[in-house]
């Protein structure tokens, strides 16, 4: 028989099989956490970076402790920029990297571009062999990917989702996982906005009110190391 834990998650706790559940990390990159990174040269303050990393490298290893699979997202586009569409592509219109990017020859290819440090998962929660890393170009981890496939081939019913930025890929990964009939649980402490507090209460609510659950770290730690039924 299978164990399941209760998570004490908003609005209403949430019982879940670890076997059946996932975590994903979304974006933990240079680009959204660094200085000198694209957010940062558009002009959004990245100070709060710190508390997000440290939280989501606790968070990584409570899962990693539970036998709970990890699963990055990585975004970002080849040098050639094939995924990105061109002029008939929304995403080249939107993508504040992009626009920089033309805007700035200095930082061509440059910003959240493959095989450049902007790309590059941060150094304290980077993946270790065995994790998955899924590569995108959009802002849901699922848009254009095989996220989930490897779900589905795995059995995971449940996702554990942290990262940033949490008003744009936590959320649009977050939405399309409701949609998928994945349960989906955003940890908040170990995710944070583009923006500030207003942003990120934004997201919260919208999870709360339609889309999911809310839980954080010490929580969920405190639910996978004892809370067992």
């Not at 694209?38 to 899962?63: H, K, M, N, Q, W």
């Not at 033309?102 to 959240?112: D, F, H, Q, V």
């Amino acid at each position: 028989m299978q164990r399941s834990v209760t998570i004490p998650a908003r609005p209403q706790p949430l019982t879940v099989v670890p076997e059946e559940t996932a975590l994903i990390v979304v974006d933990m990159q240079n680009a959204y956490l660094s200085k000198g990174g694209y957010l940062d040269l558009c002009g959004f303050d990245v100070s709060g970076s710190g508390p997000v990393i440290e939280e989501t490298a606790r968070l990584i290893a409570d899962c990693r402790g539970a036998g709970i699979p990890i699963i990055y997202l990585q975004n970002g586009f080849s040098a050639d920029l094939r995924e990105a569409g061109g002029e008939g592509a929304p995403v080249w219109h939107k993508s504040n990297a992009l626009a920089f990017m033309r805007a700035n020859e200095a930082y061509a290819g440059k910003l959240i571009t493959h095989g450049t440090w902007d790309h590059e998962i941060v150094p304290e929660v980077a993946p270790l062999p065995g994790d998955i890393v899924v590569a995108k170009s959009r802002y849901s981890g699922f848009a254009g990917t095989n996220l989930e496939q490897i779900l589905h081939a795995r059995r995971i019913r449940n996702l554990l989702i942290c990262g940033v930025a949490t008003n744009v890929c936590v959320e649009s990964t977050l939405r399309d996982a409701y949609h998928r009939e994945f349960f989906p649980v955003m940890v908040t402490d170990a995710t944070g906005p583009a923006g500030g507090p207003a942003q990120q209460a934004a997201t919260e609510f919208n999870v709360t009110a339609f889309f999911g659950w809310l839980t954080t770290r010490a929580e969920l730690k405190a639910a996978l190391m004892g809370n067992a039924e």
